[in-house]
């Protein structure tokens, strides 16, 4: 079974520090996706890497796969409390149709 | 440009009450639907997956099933509630494509009582 790891569950920083979520398997995906979800909504989707090695970046959001592409780490420099919500990471094998997600990391960001 | 609904937004049922939940999506045709269940700040379990009208994948035995009667229409359905139904129901889509990535509804917050 496909299991993704993410940590930490839930981290509470303040406005401006930095902070790195991991999301890690023992599984290799052909692609991995960050969404991002507030209460009370579904989640969204931020961005998605496909090859070992990359990295993208979105505004102060940087999103990093593993080499291996096993792993990926999401880092947010200056974070704001709009940044605060819920982080998954969820992977895809690439043949089934399905996503794998990992259980989350809230973020509360104080002001 | 494509949207995907989802109701009702709360529902509040008694055990050994009938659910049905109804997700549809606009301005795309064929697409692949997903529901999900998902516990308070936790991650997404993928309950059924349909690739077509009345293509039905489970994914885990419960008291759910799912029904695809059109082709933008997906039910999430049970004919006895229990409590452990209570959650938070999202329903997905996608056109499949190279990254399988699936875009979201805006939720079903069921209790059961």
């Known amino acids: 079974t496909q299991l993704l790891e993410q940590s930490p569950q839930f981290l509470s920083i303040q406005e401006g520090e930095n902070l790195t979520v991991y999301c890690n398997s023992s599984s290799v995906f052909s692609s991995l996706q960050w969404y991002r979800q507030e209460p009370g909504e579904g989640p969204v989707l931020l961005v998605t890497v496909v090859t070992g090695g990359e990295v993208k970046k979105l505004k102060r959001l940087t999103f990093q796969f593993g080499d291996a592409r096993k792993d990926s780490s999401l880092h947010i420099t200056a974070a704001q409390p709009g940044d605060t919500g819920l982080y998954l990471c969820?992977?895809?094998?690439?043949?089934?149709?399905?996503?794998?997600f990992g259980q989350g990391t809230t973020l509360q960001v104080k002001p | 440009s494509q949207t995907i609904h989802q109701w009702p937004a709360t529902l509040v049922q008694p055990v050994g009450s009938p659910l049905s939940l109804e997700c549809t999506v606009e301005?795309?045709?064929?697409?692949?639907l997903y529901w999900y269940r998902q516990a308070a700040g936790r991650g997404l379990q993928l309950l059924f997956y349909s690739v077509g009208i009345g293509q039905i994948s489970s994914e885990v035995p419960q008291n759910l099933s799912a029904s695809r009667p059109q082709d933008r229409q997906f039910i999430l359905s049970s004919k006895k509630l229990l409590l452990s139904d209570s959650g938070f129901y999202l329903c997905?889509?996608?056109?499949?494509?190279?990254?399988?990535?699936?875009?979201f509804g805006p939720g079903t917050r069921l209790t059961v009582l």
């Open positions: 969820a992977g895809d094998s690439g043949n089934t149709g399905k996503l794998i």
């Open positions: 301005g795309t045709s064929n697409p692949n």
């Open positions: 997905a889509w996608n056109v499949g494509g190279l990254y399988n990535e699936q875009f």
